[in-house]
């Protein structure tokens, strides 16, 4: 497992120069990858970035979520074309991965019908299949309600994916959102199985990891019967632009550090996935303390043994 972060960690804007300052601040922490958001394509310099990337030597992924005005269903061309270029920029990164709410414009509210996810289906083929041509995977995360009413649970979009019926495409989760609209982590997880290959660290509040109601040891459990070999992706919005606050309804500003971020997530995931018998992402530093801080150790939902007696994974 490698374990990375959102550049809107430390950046609130989409184009060249925050997205090469959140590189060589990810590189400061000794973080494995960051993770740059495509919104805008044309803004992207891929040659400007692939070259901080190389100097830092870090790796890349890439997300996005689709723009109102190339919305699915309501745009299939515009979807296809918008996403087509982002599959272009993050090859052209390196990066293998283009994944994120690829299926929907945030703020959609329509109920989705059988003729909308048929669409979305369609669409995701072709740019499935342009993907594989240049080595990149497609992810698709589903999230909250409040964010699009499309596809807001694993199992819902675990059914996307097998109608888009493409080898390279896989399912990303986040925990923020599960934890509004899943029944339980583990539940969700186990479903996933080996379709699981990116996951979002994000805590309840978009905060510290360990410190809201995620299930962090529910998490971590049920990714080691999975056998999880994905990359971890930490997210927090803690400088979001005006568009990406309202996009995402974050209304109050966090007063922490993205350091104070990294080192908790990165604290809590040593220590977790050594504990579930994952491998955990190598720190520059070892970890201090032997475990996750106290406020963390406080707020671990511990799994039940009788919960884990009587599940299965799915295959």
């Given at each position: 497992?490698?374990?990375?972060?959102?550049?809107?960690?430390?950046?609130?804007?989409?184009?060249?120069?925050?997205?090469?300052?959140?590189?060589?601040?990810?590189?400061?922490?000794?973080?494995?990858?960051?993770?740059?958001?495509?919104?805008?394509?044309?803004?992207?310099?891929?040659?400007?970035?692939?070259?901080?990337?190389?100097?830092?030597?870090?790796?890349?992924?890439?997300?996005?979520?689709?723009?109102?005005?190339?919305?699915?269903?309501?745009?299939?061309?515009?979807?296809?074309?918008?996403?087509?270029?982002?599959?272009?920029?993050?090859?052209?990164?390196?990066?293998?991965?283009?994944?994120?709410?690829?299926?929907?414009?945030?703020?959609?509210?329509?109920?989705?019908?059988?003729?909308?996810?048929?669409?979305?289906?369609?669409?995701?083929?072709?740019?499935?299949?342009?993907?594989?041509?240049?080595?990149?995977?497609?992810?698709?995360?589903p999230v909250n309600r409040y964010e699009t009413s499309l596809?807001?649970?694993?199992?819902?979009?675990?059914?996307?994916?097998?109608?888009?019926?493409?080898?390279?495409v896989f399912l990303h989760l986040d925990t923020y959102h599960?934890?509004?609209?899943?029944?339980?982590?583990?539940?969700?997880?186990?479903?996933?199985?080996?379709?699981?290959?990116?996951?979002?660290?994000?805590?309840?509040?978009?905060?510290?990891?360990?410190?809201?109601?995620?299930?962090?040891?529910?998490?971590?459990?049920?990714?080691?019967?999975v056998g999880f070999d994905g990359d971890l992706a930490l997210?927090?919005?803690?400088?979001?632009?005006?568009?990406?606050?309202?996009?995402?309804?974050?209304?109050?500003?966090?007063?922490?550090?993205?350091?104070?971020?990294?080192?908790?997530?990165?604290?809590?995931?040593?220590?977790?996935?050594?504990?579930?018998?994952?491998?955990?992402?190598?720190?520059?530093?070892?970890?201090?303390?032997?475990?996750?801080?106290?406020?963390?150790?406080?707020?671990?939902?511990?799994?039940?043994?009788?919960?884990?007696?009587?599940?299965?994974?799915?295959?």
């Open positions: 497992m490698r374990l990375g972060a959102h550049a809107f960690l430390w950046v609130g804007e989409a184009s060249t120069e925050p997205i090469v300052y959140a590189v060589g601040q990810a590189a400061d922490e000794g973080l494995e990858f960051v993770e740059i958001p495509i919104l805008r394509p044309k803004e992207i310099h891929p040659a400007r970035i692939s070259s901080a990337l190389r100097k830092h030597g870090l790796g890349c992924t890439c997300s996005l979520v689709l723009p109102p005005e190339a919305a699915l269903p309501e745009n299939p061309r515009g979807a296809m074309a918008f996403l087509l270029q982002a599959v272009d920029v993050a090859a052209s990164l390196g990066s293998p991965i283009v994944t994120g709410v690829v299926y929907s414009a945030l703020g959609t509210t329509t109920p989705p019908t059988p003729q909308t996810l048929e669409t979305v289906a369609t669409v995701l083929k072709h740019v499935a299949q342009a993907a594989a041509a240049r080595g990149v995977r497609i992810g698709v995360e596809v807001n649970t694993a199992e819902q979009a675990l059914k996307l994916i097998t109608a888009i019926q493409e080898p390279n599960m934890n509004i609209e899943e029944r339980g982590f583990r539940q969700a997880i186990l479903r996933a199985g080996k379709q699981l290959q990116y996951l979002h660290l994000s805590e309840s509040h978009r905060g510290e990891p360990g410190t809201g109601t995620v299930g962090w040891e529910e998490v971590f459990a049920a990714l080691a019967e997210e927090a919005f803690l400088a979001p632009s005006a568009a990406l606050a309202q996009a995402t309804r974050i209304w109050t500003p966090h007063p922490i550090e993205p350091r104070a971020v990294v080192r908790a997530g990165r604290t809590l995931v040593q220590w977790l996935a050594k504990a579930h018998g994952l491998p955990p992402p190598a720190p520059p530093t070892p970890p201090q303390g032997g475990g996750p801080p106290a406020e963390a150790r406080a707020r671990i939902r511990p799994v039940q043994p009788e919960r884990r007696a009587h599940t299965t994974p799915h295959r």
